[in-house]
DNA sequence: CGACGCTGAGACAACGTTGACTGGGCGAGA
DNA sequence: TCTCGCCCAGTCAACGTTGTCTCAGCGTCG
């Protein structure tokens, strides 16, 4: 098999409008009406067109389209996560697409990774293919390279985490009242050291997760004890160590609020190992799937994922719809999950 | 607050070569060369031109390039899953984009939801932005509307599902080993009456699934027992009631072949709920986070997602740099990962 | 019967970019 | 000194589409 043997290896490239016109024998103009739903075109000749472009295999090119159109609108739009398997990531992916649908457009996605670097890199790529508008769950702690982009007329809208430097729309969940509420549950129970367990606090939502929960041993009047806390980075592993070792302390905590997914499966883990989870109490942010049917069942913070997608989606489009008013952030509210976890007593097990 | 007030509110619109090319005082041609890294430009006007670029926050339109470019690539590949939002398809689609991410490009992604309509609009939509190829896991069975396409010279890869009637490479799991690897094992724990409990037959690869526990059975000389198996859905409700059905039997199952994951996750709920998790082998096909950490640890075929992905994306662009060869479908292995719920012996408890 | 308005279709240019070609300046060899 | 060729930048047209304008045909009304 070497190359000649194919017969009806067709032209190669896709028909155009010129093409279809030719064939219709009317003017590529005329097509361009057709596919445009244009009413001021003869049916007969509507018929006749649809039948060539059918014959052809045409499909109009948005590409072109949008070029030339007055809007320069692409129907896409481009979606900046920090890593597209995760399931915070796609459950946001998932929420905006579906707003995006409703609008007709598509949606571009790029994984940080946790990465600034990376972020303005994909954050230029979409701009450069002239996405709509851009959702970001930014990485960075500097977005002022978006300035001028959004002085060109592109929208964006920061999810989770708000734009450093930028004034522009975001929306978050409630971080801050969120761990306040976890450890307001734990101290109810009658804990008195409760350990913190969270990602880097460099990253803003660890960060008020954090301040949340200093704020509540502060109201509480409980002094805090630097050895019950480990901002361990988002990785199981870090976490069941920062357990292991917050557990073997002379005095040991009697309560866990891990601030992260990852983190709080790493303390499960550890729990687990060291056979504890029926009395050490736990309290996580972030919901995770499964996390009813351990036992006991884990008790979160869970955020509105839904809600965040939907609303940053509908804002990116309000303001693609000509909203001129002035950049806002929205504040989700998280709930708590009672599972079990978190409502183990100080100095006693869970019933 | 009406309209007037915003004073510096600049062009609106995005700065073109042309601008650039203005304020640097030189041909539009130039600047092109410029941002095309076209060795034969006097390093004082390319340091002009950057400034100028600089200074407009110009960055250039792919899509124009794209369009007058010789090859026309968008730099763009379209990838069509079930839902962005599940597990698997997520795994999947960070395993392409960072194949693409590599070669310059970015992905599409648009959810299918198991809706053959939605396929077919969808594919259309991203054929109309001109991606340069198509990664698909289809919901559909009849793919001829793609014949067209193909034969305009987009490129497609079929993963965990085959095309039918349409001639395209694919990547699969070996769905009917995978399930006789996950039966034999069963067997091989004593067990005889065996359920089978999994998504409706018409989805390919709960047929194949299904089609590998009957061939077990059979190799094992053990009667096909319909009223062992439910075609349940993707449902952990149904797979709920399909569990609790067949354990209610009269001569009911020792042991559990679950085929997706929703009915896997189903079936380990009902278990619990009727407290027969630890003496009712269990195996289920696709892994699932958290597994191991469950008591018993859920045994189950694991699919290698990412060589799934990872090979169907280098086989989309294998095709792009014009590979002509026959269509191919390869098929990757999956293991089974044993933890405990699959060890469980017929007429007794695990260790 | 002629001017007018309306309907429906084509001609032309342009969106932002790049491929193919042109042309001026300059150094080298005859 | 003249010519040839090279280097570098510019001109022009085109990618596939659509906005704007034009124009032919036809029915209407004074």
Do not use: W
Not at 44 to 58: N, P, Q, S, T, W
Not at 118 to 126: D, I, M, Y
Not at 223 to 249: F, K, N, P, Q
């Amino acid at each position: 098999m070497t190359q000649g043997e194919a017969p009806p290896r067709t032209p190669r490239s896709r028909p155009t409008m010129r093409e279809v016109a030719a064939l219709a024998g009317v003017a590529i103009k005329t097509v361009s009406r057709v596919f445009n739903g244009v009413p001021t075109v003869d049916p007969a000749i509507v018929a006749r067109v649809r039948e060539a472009a059918d014959k052809l295999g045409y499909r109009p090119n948005l590409t072109a389209s949008s070029l030339r159109r007055g809007d320069g609108r692409t129907a896409t739009i481009g979606m900046l996560v920090e890593d597209a398997a995760n399931p915070f990531s796609a459950a946001l992916t998932r929420t905006v697409e579906n707003v995006a649908r409703e609008r007709g457009s598509l949606v571009l996605v790029g994984s940080l990774d946790e990465d600034p670097a990376r972020e303005r890199e994909l954050a230029q790529a979409l701009i450069d293919r002239r996405v709509d508008g851009l959702v970001i769950v930014p990485a960075g702690r500097d977005h002022s390279y978006l300035i001028s982009e959004q002085r060109s007329g592109t929208c964006m809208v920061f999810v989770d985490r708000e734009p450093s430097l930028l004034d522009a729309d975001a929306v978050v969940s409630d971080n801050r009242q969120g761990a306040i509420t976890a450890v307001d549950h734990l101290l109810k129970a009658g804990h008195r050291r409760i350990a913190y367990l969270g990602d880097r606090a460099t990253i803003s939502t660890a960060a008020q997760r954090f301040d949340g929960y200093r704020h509540a041993l502060e109201v509480a009047h409980i002094a805090y004890d630097d050895e019950l806390v480990h901002h361990t980075g988002a990785s199981e592993e870090a976490a069941i160590d920062a357990t292991r070792h917050v557990l073997a302390l002379p005095d040991p905590p009697t309560a866990l609020f891990t601030s992260q997914n990852l983190v709080t499966i790493g303390a499960v883990r550890a729990l687990r190992a060291l056979g504890r989870q029926h009395s050490v109490a736990h309290v996580g942010f972030d919901d995770f799937p499964l996390a009813d049917i351990l036992s006991p069942g884990i008790s979160v913070i869970a955020q509105n994922i839904e809600q965040v997608g939907k609303t940053a989606a509908e804002m990116l489009f309000r303001r693609l719809d000509g909203d001129e008013s002035a950049a806002t952030t929205i504040t989700v509210p998280t709930r708590l999950i009672e599972r079990g976890s978190g409502e183990i007593r100080a100095g006693g097990h869970h019933d």
